[in-house]
């Protein structure tokens, strides 16, 4: 008798899980160093763009794959063209690489929040385990960051205008190359992660709506980072807008 493969209980579960994955450093890291590096509020709208005509498509194919296969992406690929299994393992490969640069932020972040924790590390380690709480702290933490430093006084207009107002004449075809990659590197695709949730799914997941609500998630999530960084960098040194120091914004 063929066992069935245990999957999410419910729609919900799936977004969750799925924007759990997409929603991290692409958001609250990458989104505002490259919209600063590359035209600012023009950047942002490009970048909306990516995540509507390409991403929402991508992960939707992703998900869509995954639970005609319910396999693994090497395996998936494989059921669409014998000859694509190379895709698979490419896919798997990528999240490898990643770890690289991830581990290099790990020792950035260890630097700039040296004895941070100091007294707490009991309290951090039973907290990080409660996914309720982690969701509700992280919301209310992007929410408070984001009206705070909209009342931070000088350069706060002009933050909110290199954020909000576009001004295309910045805008070349690298930025767009870049709004694009940013795409998939924050909503988690073309590295197998969004296949193998697929192969969990099941017929009662709507995976339309389902990929909407990702991604609206995600983006949410990147715009409200978006808009505490900008505010007040300008507050506090409005000589990076725009810079090449960008990679540093959310740390600074």
Same mark, same amino acid.
């Given at each position: 008798?063929?066992?069935?493969?245990?999957?999410?209980?419910?729609?919900?579960?799936?977004?969750?899980?799925?924007?759990?994955? +997409?929603?991290? $450093?692409?958001?609250?890291?990458?989104?505002?160093?490259?919209?600063?590096?590359?035209? @600012?509020?023009?950047?942002?709208?490009?970048?909306?763009?990516?995540?509507?005509?390409?991403?929402?498509?991508?992960? $939707?194919?992703?998900?869509? $794959?995954?639970?005609?296969?319910?396999?693994?992406?090497?395996?998936?690929?494989?059921?669409?063209?014998?000859?694509?299994?190379?895709?698979?393992?490419?896919?798997?490969?990528?999240?490898?690489?990643?770890?690289?640069?991830?581990?290099?932020? @790990?020792?950035?972040?260890?630097?700039?929040?040296?004895?941070?924790? /100091?007294?707490?590390?009991?309290?951090?380690? *039973?907290?990080?385990?409660?996914?309720?709480?982690?969701?509700?702290?992280?919301?209310?933490? $992007?929410?408070?960051? +984001?009206?705070?430093?909209?009342?931070?006084? /000088?350069?706060?207009?002009? @933050?909110?205008?290199?954020?909000?107002?576009?001004?295309?004449?910045?805008? *070349?075809?690298?930025?767009?190359?870049?709004?694009?990659?940013?795409?998939?590197?924050?909503?988690?695709?073309?590295?197998?992660?969004?296949? *193998?949730?697929?192969?969990?799914?099941?017929?009662?997941?709507?995976?339309?709506?389902?990929?909407?609500?990702?991604?609206?998630?995600? *983006?949410?999530? +990147?715009?409200?980072?978006?808009?505490?960084?900008?505010?007040?960098?300008?507050?506090?040194?409005?000589?990076?807008?725009?810079?090449?120091?960008?990679?540093?914004?959310?740390?600074?």
């Amino acid at each position: 008798m063929e066992k069935k493969k245990v999957g999410f209980a419910s729609g919900i579960g799936f977004i969750l899980a799925a924007a759990g994955s +997409a929603v991290g $450093l692409g958001n609250l890291w990458g989104f505002p160093y490259k919209t600063s590096q590359n035209g @600012g509020a023009a950047f942002v709208l490009i970048y909306i763009a990516c995540v509507l005509l390409i991403g929402f498509v991508t992960m $939707l194919s992703e998900i869509y $794959l995954g639970r005609r296969s319910q396999a693994n992406p090497m395996t998936a690929y494989k059921m669409v063209n014998k000859n694509l299994g190379w895709c698979g393992l490419v896919a798997i490969m990528i999240p490898a690489f990643i770890i690289c640069y991830y581990s290099v932020l @790990g020792g950035w972040t260890t630097k700039y929040a040296l004895n941070s924790f /100091s007294g707490n590390a009991g309290i951090v380690s *039973t907290f990080s385990v409660n996914t309720g709480e982690v969701i509700l702290y992280t919301a209310l933490f $992007l929410v408070a960051i +984001a009206i705070y430093a909209l009342t931070l006084g /000088s350069g706060v207009r002009e @933050g909110l205008a290199f954020y909000l107002k576009p001004d295309f004449s910045g805008i *070349t075809f690298k930025s767009v190359l870049v709004a694009m990659g940013q795409a998939f590197y924050s909503l988690s695709l073309g590295m197998g992660i969004m296949i *193998t949730y697929g192969s969990y799914t099941g017929k009662e997941v709507n995976l339309v709506r389902s990929t909407a609500m990702v991604c609206v998630f995600d *983006t949410v999530v +990147a715009l409200l980072a978006g808009l505490a960084i900008f505010p007040s960098v300008a507050h506090f040194d409005p000589s990076l807008l725009g810079s090449s120091k960008g990679v540093a914004l959310m740390f600074i």
